[in-house]
C-alpha cells in the first residue's frame, strides 16, 4: 500500500522538504511504477527546486498515466510562464480548466496574462471567474499553490486588478 508513502510525501512537500519528497516518490515507484500523484508530488519538488526540465518531464509522466490531472496542468502553466512562453502557458491554463472549471489560480494566471496583453475584457472576465470560484471553491485542490498567502489577499488583489482592467479597458 503506497498511501502513507504518498501521505508522507506531500506532508514533505508542504514542509518545502524536496529530498525528502524525492525519497518518498522513489519508494511508491518501486511499488507501483506507475502512481501519477508520485509523479506528480515530484515534478512539484523539481519546481521548487528550480529544476524546470525535471519538473515538466514528471508532470508528462503523470499526465500520460491520467491525462485529466489538473494540478499537472497548472504546473506547466506556470513554467511556460516563468520561460517567456504565453502561448504555452495560456494553453495549460485553459486545458487546466477544461479538466476542473473551478481550479481558482488558473483563472486568475489566465487573467493576468490578458491583462499583460493588454485583453482588458478577457481578463475583466477572469478575475471575474477567479472570484466566483473562490466563493464557490474555497477549499479546492488549487489552494496548494498558494505558497502561504491568504485567499483573502487573492480576493483583494483580484478586486483591485478589475477595476484597474475596466479602467484600461474604457481608455482603450
Known sequence: DVGPLLGAAREASANGHTAAVLEAVAAIHAIEPDNAQAFLLAAYAHADSGDMDAAIGECHRALAIDPLMPAARYILGIIYQQRGDLIAAVNEFKKTLYIDPGFVLAHFSLANLYRQRHAYEDACREYDNTMRFLYQNPDGEW????????????????????IECRKAAEDA
Do not use: A, I
Open 143 to 162: 489552494t496548494v499553490f498558494l505558497g502561504g498567502f491568504k485567499p483573502d489577499l487573492l480576493l483583494k488583489t483580484c478586486e483591485r486588478s478589475l
